[in-house]
Structures are given as C-alpha cells and as structure tokens.
C-alpha cells in the first residue's frame, strides 16, 4: 500500500479551499498546505496573532520578527491584509468567521471530536494555544494526519482516549491513506489512495466506515 | 479574484428578505449609510427588525422605511429625537415593537455576537425596568443582568473608503457602530464613498478587516453629491 | 433664597473636576460643564459615541456632522484626540476607566439612586441612551440639577418615584441651592449658597440631612 | 498638563508590589516589552501572577522573572515552547501554579475585564478538561462556559509609538494582547520605541486611547540599540 507524503497530504488539502474562503492553517504539517494552494485562487490566511492576509516567508534579508505566523515563523503580509489585537483575531474565530482551519490531531473519533493538545503523559506540561478556539469556531474543521500511529493503532476512532480539544467540531478528515467525512451519523469514506480495499481500511481503522465510493 | 465591490445599492440589496433582521449603523446622522436604506425601501423588503441606535428622523434613512410601514420591530436605544414622528406614528398605531436597550449593552450585546460568546453579565440597567424579567447574578458583589447576543441577517454600514477585500476605514464619529455590526451580521453591506487599490490602505489603520464585509459598494451621499454639483 | 444660576452650577462642578481627568458629560445642562473648565487643567472629555479629546464647539465654517457629541451638537477634536468604535466607547463606561460623568436628573435618592430617563407619563416614549451605562461605570457620577420641581417638590428624594437609571450609583449631587455627598449613609451637605439655614434645606427637601458644614 | 511620559523602566515601575497581578502582552517574541520586563527583574517584586500568552522562552523576559523566582502563579495559554526551561524547571519543583487558559478564552476574559462585565459564557473549550468544574448552559441549542474576567494590577505593554496622554500605536503583529490588556490592568505602562508630539498620531489611527495607559517609557529594545551601535 503506497501512503501519501506529508507534501501530498498538503496538496490535498490545498485542493478544497476555495477561491475567497478564509483561512487558518494550524501549527506543524497544515502550515504547508499554504505552499500548495491554488495560484489562480485568491484564499487569505488568518494568523491568531493578528494577522490577516499572510504572505509566504519572507527571504532572510527581509525577515521581520514583529511579522509572525503562529508557529513563530517569519512570514510576509500581503497587499490587502490587516492587523488587529487578540480580542479581535479570536472574535473571528469564535464569532464563526474563518471559513476553514486545518489542524493536526493525535486523534480524531467518528463523530468529530478532536483530540490534538495534550497527550495526558505523566509529568508533560500542558500547552493548549489557539486550538480549542479554532476547533469551535470555524464554519469547517479540517483535520490532517496520518491515519495510523506509528505504533499501528488508529488515530481514527471510536471515541478519542487522549483529553479532548472540542466535541463534534472535525467536519473532514485527510489521512494518508483515505479522506473522510465525519458527522453524527459517523465516518464516511469520500477518497482512497494507494489501493486499499473498503473491507481493508475498515479493518485497519477497527471502526465502521460508510462509504459515499462506488463498491 | 475576490472581489466584494457591488455597482450599486440595488444589487447589493438583491437577496434581503422579508422578515430580516438588519443592523443599521449610525449615531445621530453621523454614519447612517442614508443611501443605502434608501435602497432598501425601494426594494421593497417587508417585516423588518432593525437593530440601531436611533429609530430614525426626519424623512429619510430609518424614518422613510418607518414611513413605508416595512418595520415590525426596532431593537435601539434612544428613539425618541428630533423629527422622530415616523417612528412615533407607527408605534403609537400599535404597527412597531420597541425593544429598549441601553447604548452600552445595545454594543456588547452586537459585540456579543460577533464574538461567538452565547450572553454576557452586564451590570447595565440592574434594577431597573429594562432589566425587568431578566436573569440576575451576584458576581464579587457586584449585580449584574444577563443579556444575549443580537444578531443580524444584514448589516447595512457607512465607511469612508473600502477595497475590494472588504477593508474599511471610517470617518471620525460616523464610525460609531460600524465596526460592531459588521462583525454580527451573516452579510455585511458597507456603502463607502472611495473604493482604492488592495493595499492602498495602510494595514495598521484597518479599522474593519475584510473578513467582516460581505459587498462593498461606492455610493455618494445626497449632501456631497449635491455640494459637488453645486 | 438666592438659587444658582445654570451657569453658575455649571462652573461650580468645574472646579471640582481635577487635572488630568476622563470626563463624560451627559446631554443638556451638564454640557454646559464644558464653557466653565479652568484653562490651566487638562480634562479630557469623552463622548459616548467614540470620541476622547473632544473640544469646543466649531465656528460655523467648520462644522462637521461626522464630529458631534453625544447631544448631536457639532464639536472639534483636540491634538491628541482619538476614535473608537462604540464597542470600545461602552467598554471605557462600563470598565470604569472615565473618572467623572455629569449627568442631569429628574429624581435623586438620598442613597445614590438615580431617576434620568424616564418620568413613566402614560403614552410617553420611553429612550435610554447611555444613561444606565454612564450610572453604573464611571468611578464618580456627578448629577447637577434644580432642587425643587417647578410646582415646589423636592427632586432629593428618600427614595426615587420614576424609574431608576442605577441603583446607589450617584456620588454628589449639585443643586441650584447645595451641594450633597451621597452614599449609603444617606445625604451630607457639603457647601450651600443662598443663605439657606440647614432646617430650611431639611425643610424644603423633606430628607434627612448630615452637614459637613460648621453648625 | 497631562504627562504620562517616565524617564526610564525603573520609575515606571516604581508602586509594582509583591503579590501583583502583572499582564505582559507578547506573542512568541513579538510584543514582549523585554526591557520592562528586565527592570521588573531588578525591582525585585515578588509572589507575581503573571499573565501572558506563554511563560517565557531563553533567559530574558518572563523568563528571566521566572529563573529569579518571582512567579507564584502564570494565566497563560501556551507555556511550553522552544527554550522554556525556566518555567519548566519552576513548575516541575511545584513552585509555579499554572492556570492554562484557552487562548481565545485568556483573550475575551481580559476583554471582559477592561469592558466591566461580571462574565461570559464562551464555547471554547466545553466539554474538554480545561473547562472542569466550570459552570455550563445551553444556549440556543449550543453549549457554553462561563468564564470571569481576568484583570490585573499592571500591564506591562509594547507599544511602537506613543504620546503624552498615552496614545498608543503598534508595530505589525506585535500588536497582538497590548490593546486588550492595556484596558484590564489598573496601571498600565507601555514602553515604545518613539515618543511623540500630542497630535503627531493621526486620531484616525490611535489603536489604544491614551484613557487606557497610565504611563509611557521610551525604550530602545535591546535588539535595536545593539544594531544602532553595531
């Protein structure tokens, strides 16, 4: 079975943003899904440090470190983009502005709950930042992630054993392996690489998957 | 492209609704989008909830959509002003709700909404008839009433000048709820009276960034336009 | 009896208000305040609908109705002046950053209460403004107002008979004949013009009344 | 005349007590005022809560605070980052109390407090451990929790360019917690990096109105004097 990369994964993402939709790319692997969206496309990337319309990284001659994504990466600000206070950069999370966030997941349950903050490790100190905002807030929750853990266990589950981000909050699932539509009625299977079998992915999953795929 | 300018008033209106909820920016005359509410009375749009500062006076704005009979209900916190008689007329005759709030928690409830916060503690109008019915709670022992969010279908705002991402600035006082209501409303309409390049307004004076604005649209106020032809 | 004068009451309350002070003055009489503040301190003056440094009143040439204050009158700005949105300009009320507001009113408590929008007349249109926000967020509410109704009762009441505006939110209480410290202990009079003795000012108001003048 | 000006960090810092509540605005390292936070090292005021969006990263800053052991308690959303082993190492002991905050929630809960309001209920973080124990309701068919403000004796506060009544601009993202937090502490002190002429800041553009900084400080971060002199 051929797994798709971490540049693939992003390249899938980048796909179902559309043209106008504004956008918040999480900390870690979503941060690339900005390399790969559309160039015909204008989307704009909302940072929860205040920003609106981020540009690329800056070259290095240009770096500025008043002009920051959230993962403390220098970025540029395009023409057209806008800076505001805290207050205002989470109003438009919560108050359901950003159209899409792309967050990462330790796990993600049938359902849609989102586990990604906090693995509950004895004597780990806990760091929540933007993501319980995020998860709440936007009008779609796109999660990024392998499918499996390195272990072998999935990451797609029943009900998330690590401590919870939010309930019911992660409306697409893009894994390594297949994309799925989470919801109250449960996963749907809406995309399959790399050749594996309906059967086989329920299998590796251990939880019951629809599928919107012709049989 | 992303590209919210509107050509005019009438397609920027095009999908209001009978029986929406609309917030219409202003204090006083400053900051009334005048225009556009005239728009909408010529639409036609009926059953309306207007959510503003004032009810509208003399015969234009808010005042010609009372004239009209096309309000149900207006949620605002001073109605009572200089030529205000529309208003007076339709909520004597029984045609018009009233719901009084108070200035501030008129704002934070605005504000409320477009945060996402689900009601806030405000200790604005404890004790008083506006409070009357509401939930109360004792907080560091200070009172304070519940209030929820107001929402909108529409937010029809009045900026200085716009681009086509939707970012505006203001003119001194006509800002006043402009940047609120653009916040809470599901489509946010600003008239503004100059439409610049994407970048022409510095990114540090934004007031309202363009996640906000639904449609942009360049109209002259009647004031000016009759000045310039003068 | 020799009773103040509007003017007079107006340029009593300023000199009461300090260097360096955040000042709202409500609609009528109490922007009055403004013509009487001593030219040697620097009062900012705050108006509800998102102006801090407001200044005096334009000549004719250069009046501007997108710079009016909360009574709609055309105002300037001083150097040093700011906008802000309503949002901001309730949050400065309520968050108690404006030192002093001067409010007019139709009925006070001995205690702070205040009676200001509404008088409840059958078929009267009822309209609040800023008046309960102002009441309950700034750190002192001064009322300036006549004593006496015009057909002779007492506006300083044990208790308000038209509707509240705040509860116990008045600190002193400027009238055409005294001048009161409120609280929960009840009315002090501070200062008396006219030549009233304190029996005819208990007399007139029909309240009980400390003095902090000498006997 | 209004002078809001300090001579230097030491001064403006002078009343700061053992015990305070102490905001610091800051993203990462944007915003940081490092240079008050240094002379609030050297001052020497101690069992601080500090609230902040991170817990300090290096050996300067906040966790410069922490090394010196000045920190009872942190509010903060996002302690553990790249080189924050001060903090790690004072929690570890048991020394610090943290209170991890949402950051959203660590935002509109000093929203709150610089508006006056007793509480919000807020859906960030329902249902997760971050909201045990708090009080929850359903409001419109969605669940929220309630969360009290957060106020502060300080806030210690980066601004780019200020004037004598406290005006206050910022520099990109360096914006960031400055404008909320300057409304939420008693005595708010921004350092920035120029001081003008009253008027100088177009009132248009004042993103913080001087009514919510009691003292500013001009200095030059270090970063910048060590390329001036380079």
Known sequence: MQRMTREQMAARVARDI???????????????????????????????????????????????????????????????????????????????????????????????????????????????????DLAVGAKQVFVMMDLMTKTGESKLVDKCTYPLTGIGCVTRLYTDVAIFELGLDGAEVIEMHGGLSHGELEAMTGVPLRSRLPA | ??????????????????????????????????????????????????ISNNAGGGEIGIAALMKAKRVRKVICSFPRMAASHHFEERYRAGDVELELVPQGNLACRIEAAGAGLGAVYTPTGFGTLLAQGKETREIDGQMYVLEYPIKADFALIKGLTGDRWGNLIYRKAARNFGPIMAMAAKTTIAQVSNIVELGAIDPETVITPGIFVQRVVKLVPAAAAAVAAA
Not at chain 1, 65 to 88: R, S, Y
Not at chain 2, 2 to 22: C, P, Q, S
């Open chain 2, 1 to 50: 492209m992303i590209d919210k300018r509107y050509e005019n008033a009438r397609e920027a209106l095009h999908d209001v609704f009978d029986g929406a909820a609309i917030m219409i920016s202003g204090f006083g005359d400053a900051g009334v989008p005048h225009e556009l509410v005239d728009a909408l009375v010529d639409h036609g749009a009926t059953d309306l909830t207007v």
């Open chain 1, 18 to 132: 559309p043209e106008g939709a504004y956008v918040n790319l999480g900390i870690g692997v979503p941060t690339m899904v900005a390399n790969f969206l559309p160039a015909d496309r204008e989307i704009i990337l909302q940072s929860e440090n205040g920003i609106l319309g981020m540009g690329p990284a800056p070259a290095e001659a240009d770096i500025d470190w008043d002009l920051i994504n959230a993962g403390k990466q220098p970025v540029t600000l395009l023409a057209g983009g806008a800076f505001f206070h805290h207050g205002d950069s989470f109003a438009m999370m919560r108050g359901s502005h950003i159209d899409i966030c792309v967050l990462g997941a330790f796990q993600v349950s049938v359902t849609g709950d989102l586990a990604n903050w906090n693995t509950g490790a004895p004597g780990s100190i806990p760091a929540v930042g933007g993501a319980m």
